[in-house]
Every structure is written in structure tokens, then in C-alpha cells.
């Protein structure tokens, strides 16, 4: 008992619940863990890599072992109360009505069952009538040659009157706002990179996104999601609401396993805070978004955090002075 007590802690532990938590409960946290943990929000790094895989096995065992709890527990309790004999004589007595329309019913059946042959040659025959004119039209109709080949001719681009190859050249202002420039045409290169990034081009981020569905200013939308450029069209910002931007940050450099932080605090650089949390799912100037939390940055250090969403793995000063 005791054991099993102490698995149940640490399950709760894992998830970030306080023990007594009910299943919807269980579940939205399992979501929300699992969610964050996916080895598909990291940046390709072994090391990031083994440690989104190692916690998602935590959450998915500590999920089983709280359902499974949980779902004893509820089985165990005693149910609603067996009906009466009153109830029974309820169910199977005819009602005052019975006499009127159980014989309605059983006329209507009988006489479906008499005519249901009748009644598809029917319906057969109504859908031939009403296709014949359309595969008849289609067959007759005469097949047209193919269209020659369209000739490639030089034309000068509206705004930058320029032309180099033979083919206008686009020109480099910034894309017009509003709904009218939901689909530039922009030519949709190879991806140089899995991920963008602080600092891509608009390039770079058109062959991995595709087309933005919105254009407002420097910035681009992909449902809820956002990416902000300067004014040399380097991403400088992004919020990946709908968590459908392929995006990374990763580390410098490697981080050997022997000296591999596993928590944060003030005074950590931006280095240590992607090494133990990973990407964030959003940079907006100094700050970065991990979900509903939040770390500060003035130039390189955290200044300030704030774990809402129970996801930093933020320690003490004297846990991490030693690696920052």
C-alpha cells in the first residue's frame, strides 16, 4: 500500500497536480505535459532530443498509473439504486395508447416490407433518367488539343522596372498590407534549414511556412501564429499561438552530459535557459513565451520569470551557480 502510495505522489508530482485531482483533470494536465515535452518542439540537439523523449515516458507512465487509479476508484463506488418492481410493471405494461398506434405501426410495416422491391426499381430508374443526360453530354462532347506551350516573354516588373535573365526581377519593398495580400507571388525556393529561426530571411521562412494567409505591416500570419521582420526582412520576433510554426533555437554549442544543467534562475544566460527548457513558443523582445509562462532577459541574463503555466524548471541560486 505504501508503495503504491508513493507511485501515486509521484505521478501527481509529474504532472503538476495535487493529489485528489479527478480524471478531466488528469487528462488536461497528460495533454498539456505531453504536449510540451514532444521531441518535435525541440531543435534536432542529441541531448534535447534524449531528455524530450525521457520525460515524455514520465508523463505517459504517470498518466497510466493515475487513469487506471482513478478509474478503480470510480468502479468501486456504489452505483445508482436497481429499479423497483414497480418500475418493471411500468416497462412492460401497454400504455393507454397502445391499442391506437401499435397497429399503425405494425400496418406500415407490413406494408414496407410488401413493396420495398417496387420501391428501389423506383429509385433505379429515377437515377438513370437523371444521369443519362449527363453521361451522354460527356461522352459526345469533342476532345479538345492540347494548348501549345506558352512562350516566354520579358516583361518589366510594375515597380522596379527591372529586368535581369529575361524575366522581371520583384521588386524589395515590403509586401502591401490587408486581404488583398494574403497570396504574394513570391517563388517558393527549398528550405536551406528545417527550422527558421531569430535572424531568417523572408526567403527562408516562405519556403519552410508557404504563403502567410494574412500580411499586416512587417508582420506575417499563419492562423493565430505570427512572424515579425525588420526592417531588412529578419525575423526578429514570433508567436507561435497555433503551434504550426517550424521553429528553433538550439544552443551554441553541445553541452556534454556530465555538465548539463536541468534548471534556471536570475542572473542564468539565454545559453543555459535553451539548454533546460528548449525552444520557446514565443520571442517578443526581451521576453520568451513558454506557453502561459514567461522569462526576462536584459541583454543576456534573466531578470525576472514567471512560471503560470507550471512548466519552468526554474531552481534555487545555490543549484545553479555552478553552471550558467
Same mark, same amino acid.
Given at each position: 500500500?505504501?508503495?503504491?502510495?508513493?507511485? $501515486?505522489?509521484?505521478?501527481?508530482?509529474?504532472?503538476?497536480?495535487?493529489?485528489?485531482?479527478?480524471?478531466?483533470?488528469?487528462?488536461?494536465?497528460?495533454?498539456?505535459?505531453?504536449?510540451?515535452?514532444?521531441?518535435?518542439?525541440?531543435?534536432?540537439?542529441?541531448? $534535447? @532530443?534524449?531528455?524530450? @523523449?525521457?520525460?515524455?515516458?514520465?508523463?505517459?507512465?504517470?498518466?497510466?498509473?493515475?487513469?487506471?487509479?482513478?478509474?478503480?476508484?470510480?468502479?468501486?463506488?456504489?452505483? +445508482?439504486?436497481?429499479?423497483?418492481?414497480?418500475?418493471?410493471?411500468?416497462?412492460?405494461?401497454?400504455?393507454?395508447?397502445?391499442?391506437?398506434?401499435?397497429?399503425?405501426?405494425?400496418?406500415?410495416?407490413?406494408?414496407?416490407?410488401?413493396?420495398?422491391?417496387?420501391?428501389?426499381?423506383?429509385?433505379?430508374?429515377?437515377?438513370?433518367?437523371?444521369?443519362?443526360?449527363?453521361?451522354?453530354?460527356?461522352?459526345?462532347?469533342?476532345?479538345?488539343?492540347?494548348?501549345?506551350?506558352?512562350?516566354?516573354?520579358?516583361?518589366?516588373?510594375?515597380?522596379?522596372?527591372?529586368?535581369?535573365?529575361?524575366?522581371?526581377?520583384?521588386?524589395?519593398?515590403?509586401?502591401?498590407?490587408?486581404?488583398?495580400?494574403?497570396?504574394?507571388?513570391?517563388?517558393?525556393?527549398?528550405?536551406? &534549414?528545417?527550422?527558421?529561426?531569430?535572424?531568417?530571411?523572408?526567403?527562408?521562412?516562405?519556403?519552410?511556412?508557404?504563403?502567410? @494567409?494574412?500580411?499586416?505591416? &512587417?508582420?506575417?500570419?499563419?492562423?493565430?501564429?505570427?512572424?515579425?521582420?525588420?526592417?531588412?526582412?529578419?525575423?526578429?520576433?514570433?508567436?507561435?499561438?497555433? #503551434? &504550426?510554426?517550424?521553429?528553433?533555437?538550439?544552443?551554441?554549442?553541445?553541452?556534454?552530459? +556530465?555538465?548539463?544543467?536541468?534548471?534556471?534562475?536570475?542572473?542564468?544566460?539565454?545559453?543555459?535557459?535553451?539548454?533546460?527548457?528548449?525552444?520557446?513558443?514565443?520571442?517578443?523582445?526581451?521576453?520568451?513565451?513558454?506557453?502561459?509562462?514567461?522569462?526576462?532577459?536584459?541583454?543576456?541574463?534573466?531578470?525576472?520569470?514567471?512560471?503560470?503555466?507550471?512548466?519552468?524548471?526554474?531552481?534555487?541560486?545555490?543549484?545553479? #551557480? +555552478?553552471?550558467?
Amino acid at each position: 500500500m505504501d508503495k503504491l502510495m508513493d507511485d $501515486l505522489l509521484r505521478s501527481y508530482k509529474i504532472l503538476r497536480l495535487e493529489p485528489g485531482a479527478s480524471l478531466a483533470e488528469v487528462q488536461k494536465a497528460y495533454r498539456d505535459a505531453a504536449w510540451h515535452w514532444h521531441p518535435d518542439h525541440f531543435p534536432p540537439e542529441p541531448h $534535447l @532530443q534524449e531528455k524530450a @523523449q525521457a520525460r515524455i515516458r514520465e508523463i505517459n507512465a504517470a498518466y497510466q498509473s493515475l487513469k487506471t487509479h482513478l478509474l478503480e476508484e470510480e468502479a468501486g463506488r456504489p452505483g +445508482a439504486a436497481a429499479p423497483g418492481p414497480d418500475a418493471a410493471i411500468a416497462e412492460t405494461e401497454p400504455g393507454p395508447m397502445a391499442g391506437t398506434i401499435l397497429p399503425l405501426i405494425r400496418t406500415g410495416q407490413a406494408w414496407f416490407r410488401d413493396h420495398a422491391a417496387g420501391l428501389a426499381v423506383g429509385l433505379a430508374l429515377a437515377a438513370c433518367l437523371f444521369l443519362s443526360p449527363l453521361i451522354y453530354s460527356y461522352l459526345s462532347a469533342p476532345s479538345k488539343p492540347p494548348a501549345p506551350p506558352a512562350k516566354e516573354t520579358a516583361s518589366i516588373a510594375p515597380e522596379s522596372g527591372a529586368l535581369r535573365g529575361g524575366k522581371a526581377v520583384p521588386p524589395a519593398a515590403t509586401p502591401k498590407t490587408g486581404a488583398a495580400a494574403s497570396a504574394p507571388a513570391r517563388p517558393h525556393t527549398p528550405a536551406p &534549414n528545417r527550422y527558421l529561426t531569430l535572424g531568417s530571411s523572408q526567403d527562408e521562412v516562405w519556403a519552410l511556412q508557404g504563403p502567410p @494567409q494574412h500580411i499586416s505591416g &512587417n508582420t506575417w500570419k499563419y492562423g493565430l501564429s505570427t512572424v515579425t521582420f525588420n526592417k531588412n526582412r529578419r525575423v526578429i520576433s514570433y508567436m507561435n499561438i497555433s #503551434r &504550426n510554426l517550424r521553429v528553433g533555437l538550439a544552443p551554441t554549442a553541445p553541452v556534454a552530459a +556530465a555538465s548539463r544543467p536541468i534548471s534556471f534562475t536570475v542572473g542564468s544566460s539565454k545559453y543555459r535557459v535553451l539548454t533546460v527548457q528548449g525552444t520557446p513558443t514565443g520571442v517578443v523582445g526581451p521576453s520568451w513565451k513558454y506557453g502561459e509562462s514567461e522569462v526576462e532577459f536584459r541583454g543576456d541574463r534573466v531578470v525576472s520569470y514567471a512560471d503560470t503555466g507550471h512548466n519552468l524548471e526554474v531552481g534555487t541560486p545555490s543549484r545553479t #551557480r +555552478a553552471y550558467r
